[in-house]
């Protein structure tokens, strides 16, 4: 059971860095991979402001959006698992940042609940136990990666020369994310871009290992059931399985009123309850059958989430 919990939040220079902020505690967060000037700026500021060596990748270099995106992803994925093992490795004392990881937690869960206990334990030895049972269980937070599937302007070297399909914006941004360190996932927004979507075929990250766990995960931000039993089904037909649907409420953090016609939130909640099951299998059939043709057997549909994605 995952201990973590959730910041939904997006733009560009406001989430940047969130993760080297929350994911020590166990709180997951999502930054954008827009701007890929704006990463380098950054990559560079924390490699000046820790005393490490900063290699430039400059603009005009082969794949440089690729490869500044995944330098930053990994520079963030290193200094949040020094963080967090620095933090597991504290005392449990009033003031530390594994105190305050704990009190974070809601007193729903049972690891808070575990921790309360350890706590009012007298006996030395009991509380020693508890506290390494305590450490083992911890989990850091998430470092998620958006793209907006529309954003995807194609670009062009300096002699005037378009660089091809894999150099736009968006499957540019995906393969700086493909190519990390990182075991999150993609959350692909604003509208289905089926050359971005068949370009994730490329990468085996997105692809269930023998025993059916995918280390990149792939979440959809949709605003109704059509569309996302579209959006799975197109990739289902790939190998690839949507983990999570992010439905959108009516007025979304972009501003954009009622895309769904006006359908309320409510009745398209209903309909996701409904036909969850329905769609799962289908999907599923679609997605094995793909995996069967490229070697792999897989004999249960992993887990699909539906969340619902505030404004």
């Known amino acids: 059971m995952s201990h973590t919990f959730h910041i939904p939040v997006l733009g560009l220079g406001f989430t940047i860095d969130t993760p080297l902020k929350v994911a020590r505690y166990g709180i997951s967060s999502v930054l954008s991979v827009v701007d890929d000037i704006l990463i380098e700026r950054m990559r560079e500021f924390y490699a000046q402001k820790d005393d490490e060596v900063f290699v430039p990748i400059k603009a005009g270099e ?3 959006r690729a490869r500044r995106i995944t330098a930053y992803l990994n520079m963030i994925n290193r200094k949040v698992n020094q963080q967090f093992d620095e933090l597991r490795a504290q005392p449990f004392e009033e003031g530390t940042d594994i105190t305050r990881y704990f009190d974070l937690l809601p007193d729903t869960s049972v690891l808070k609940s575990r921790y309360v206990e350890m706590i009012a334990t007298q006996d030395a030895a009991v509380k020693r136990r508890l506290e390494l049972a305590l450490r083992a269980e911890m989990e850091k937070g998430a470092i998620d990666v958006n793209i907006m599937s529309k954003v995807d302007k194609m670009n062009y070297a300096a002699n005037g020369e378009l660089l091809g399909e894999e150099n736009s914006d968006a499957l540019a941004a995906l393969r700086g994310f ?51 039993f579209i959006q799975a089904k197109f990739l289902a037909k790939k190998g690839l399985w949507v983990s ?56 249960e549909a992993p887990k699909m989430r539906i969340t619902v994605q505030g404004g």
């Open 178 to 228: 493909a190519n990390s360190d990182l075991n999150s996932s993609i959350i692909l927004s604003a509208g289905m871009n089926p050359r971005l979507y068949s370009y994730l075929e490329n990468f085996k990250d997105f692809f269930p290992d023998a025993k059916g766990r995918l280390k990149k995960k792939i979440v959809l931000k949709v605003s109704d059931f059509r569309s996302a």
């Open 244 to 299: 999570e649907f992010r439905i959108e409420s009516g007025l979304n953090c972009g501003g954009h009123a009622f895309a769904t016609e006006g359908y309320l939130l409510g009745p398209i909640l209903e309909e996701f309850k409904s036909k969850r099951q329905e769609m799962i299998a289908d999907v599923f059939s679609l997605f094995q059958s793909a995996l069967i043709a490229r070697g792999t057997v897989v004999d």
């Open 62 to 64: 082969p794949d440089s």
